[in-house]
């Protein structure tokens, strides 16, 4: 069965310390995977996105790696700051038009 | 330069009741989706507008309808609702094409209860 695994526990890191967050997949084959910030009662957030072909996307404070062949992105926040703190969740795109299939989320919590 | 909006932010039905969420896209966008978020879950898709019509539809019962109006502005309708249709529907607006490599702009969200 398809799924897409992000891990269900908190990350609870420290300021200044760099977070990093997993997202693996089975029986998916996507063309683009995304990643989204959520805060508490508010949507989703677009973040980044990183196409199949591409190893690693940087946005200011923010990397992507995407592994086809470990089907497994990667995303990292360096110098982690309080207001990083919310969910995370992956996204991937297959097939055409503009559907996402999304994981579960992971909570960051990033402490003084 | 508006965002996308949805209406109402909260709404509490009984079960059996029909709702209406509606949505307005970003400016500029002319694709919405709907996806349906349960508790501490992740978002799932539930279908997809463009040129007012239903492009794609994930895995959920003919309950669920909607539409696109001219104004590129969507509506998600669900009848005979049942408990486990609470959860936050969020509206997402995107541009068509480019074989979807697109972001999602999502608006807050409706939570719907059920009683």
């Known amino acids: 069965s398809q799924k897409i695994e992000q891990n269900s526990e908190a990350l609870n890191i420290q300021e200044g310390k760099t977070a990093t967050l997993t997202c693996n997949y089975t029986?998916?084959?996507?063309?683009?995977l995304q990643w989204y910030r959520q805060d508490p009662g508010r949507g989703p957030v677009f973040l980044l996105l990183i196409r199949e072909n591409e190893k690693e996307k940087r946005k200011e404070r923010l990397k992507v790696t995407f592994d086809t062949t470990l089907k497994q992105s990667l995303f990292h926040i360096t110098a982690s700051q309080p207001a990083d703190s919310a969910t995370y969740l992956c996204a991937l795109h297959t097939g055409t038009a503009s559907k996402l299939t999304f994981g579960t989320g992971t909570r960051l919590q990033v402490t003084l | 330069d508006a965002g996308v909006t949805q209406s109402p932010t909260h709404l509490i039905k009984t079960r059996g009741q029909q709702v209406t969420l509606r949505c307005s896209p970003k400016s500029g966008h002319d694709t919405v989706s709907w996806y349906q978020q349960a508790l501490g879950q992740g978002p799932q898709f539930i279908f997809q507008y463009y040129e007012e019509e239903e492009r794609q539809r994930g895995n959920f019962p003919d309950r669920f309808s909607g539409h696109q109006f001219p104004n590129y502005s969507s509506e998600l309708n669900v009848n005979a609702l049942l408990l486990g249709d609470s959860a936050l529907y969020l509206c997402a607006s995107s541009h068509w094409g480019g074989q979807g490599a697109s972001a999602q702009h999502f608006g807050d969200g409706t939570r719907l209860s059920i009683l």
């Open positions: 029986n998916y084959s996507p063309a683009y």
